[in-house]
């Protein structure tokens, strides 16, 4: 049998239908935010503006983030040792999950090696955990929701987007005595709508259902003490397990789950995606427990993170770039066209020194295609007005307009 050739026949068929991921090889610049160093293989490394990081905040630059990493890898060197239950079980590791827990006003959290491994190894769990459980998930939340799900035993229900009405048909469909759980997330990354959380969470103690909450696109960013949408709501108490990561407006690595202490425990004592895996660096949880530390007690990162959004979204839409409705700091330009939205792309790097990734199928919908951009509190009005004045050169130039 001629593996390799099935294996290309899989490659080319994604070449055929533009979905094929070219990776681009960056090293951000610390000291000088949000550039960072392209490397090609025919030049010298170039330098660029970053302009879709989910680094949002920038705080992996944070001084003080920074020097706690240092400081941890000082204390106790680069990595963990091994799983959470053989030696793993650093004391940054407990401190961090109390700050977590502390953060989304639960009684315990649990860290994960990222927000995608958290999601899949929680959903599963759950449904593995309580036989006959019916899941209804958002058609829009992210894969690693769908996947955990599709690993657990239980039922899956799907709702239109942010559709409370047509969540509570299904939920009146269902018989009562079985168990239930409501999966969504707060903000939906590549639209940047949402979720109408406490109808969600009213619908879910009306039919006796467990709510799951996703804020990877949210914590550090909404909220007094940077707690997510729920916070920002005031909805946290309505919420049965929310899940985050570390990874983006914290500006380090890994994810957690968050809920009441028995549910936490059921997780540690019965998630392999928990229990099997080397746990999260040392060095990696001071960094974030720092970052949460500070973004709890900061406003400023959270102020000018949203004043930089609707800048930019006013700037684009002066330009006669169509943007997408957003209510958050997303801002998705729609091209609807896969070719047409790498080109944009290929041409804001190479002629612009502007990196902005293609979002292709099927990450979203196919005849969706976009640009999402993602300002920082680092974004200067200079690199804004460097940004729209290269965009809309290739847009209108192009008659782009034509395809959005």
Not at 247 to 260: E, I, L, N, R, S
Not at 289 to 305: D, I, P, Y
């Amino acid at each position: 049998m001629n593996y390799a050739g099935i294996f290309r026949e899989k490659i080319d068929a994604l070449k055929a239908e533009d979905r094929y991921r070219i990776f681009a090889e960056l090293a951000r610049k610390a000291a000088n935010p949000p550039y960072a160093s392209y490397y090609t293989a025919d030049r010298d490394p170039a330098e660029i503006a970053v302009w879709c990081s989910n680094d949002y905040l920038g705080m992996s630059r944070n001084t003080d983030v920074i020097n706690a990493l240092h400081d941890a890898v000082d204390r106790c060197g680069v990595g963990s040792g091994g799983t959470r239950n053989i030696s793993g079980t650093n004391h940054y590791q407990v401190e961090l999950e109390a700050e977590l827990a502390d953060l989304h006003q639960k009684e315990s959290a649990l860290l994960f090696t990222s927000g995608y491994v958290a999601n899949d190894a929680c959903l599963s769990t759950v449904s593995r955990l309580l036989p006959g459980l019916v899941i209804f998930s958002d058609e829009l939340n992210h894969a690693s929701m769908i996947e955990g799900i599709r690993h657990g035993d239980a039922e899956k229900k799907i709702f239109r987007h942010n559709d409370a009405e047509h969540l509570e048909q299904l939920l009146q469909e269902t018989d009562p005595g079985r168990p239930k759980l409501i999966a969504f997330e707060s903000v939906y990354s590549m639209d940047g709508d949402v979720a109408p959380i406490a109808e969600f969470a009213r619908l879910a103690k009306r039919f006796g259902a467990l709510t799951y909450l996703d804020e990877v696109h949210a914590v550090g960013m909404y909220g007094t003490r940077g707690g997510g949408i729920a916070e920002r709501d005031d909805v946290m108490g309505d919420i049965d397990i929310i899940q985050g990561t570390l990874a983006k407006a914290f500006g380090v690595m890994g994810g957690y789950v968050t809920g009441d202490a028995v549910l936490i425990d059921c997780l540690r004592s019965y998630a392999p995606g928990f229990i099997f895996t080397t746990s999260l660096a040392p060095p990696l949880a001071a960094a974030a427990l720092t970052s949460v530390r500070h973004l709890k007690s900061s406003q400023m990162e959270r102020a000018r993170h949203q004043e930089r959004a609707a800048t930019l979204k006013k700037m684009l839409t002066s330009a006669g770039i169509p943007i997408m409705k957003s209510e958050t700091h997303i801002v998705p330009v729609m091209v609807g066209d896969p070719v047409k939205c790498k080109e944009i792309c290929d041409r804001l790097l190479n002629d612009h020194g502007i990196y902005v990734q293609p979002i292709n199928y099927p990450t979203v919908p196919r005849g969706t295609e976009r640009l999402r951009l993602t300002p920082t509190p680092l974004h200067t009005d200079w690199m804004m007005e460097a940004l729209v004045s290269a965009l809309s050169e290739i847009w209108h130039g192009r008659s782009l307009e034509k395809v959005a």
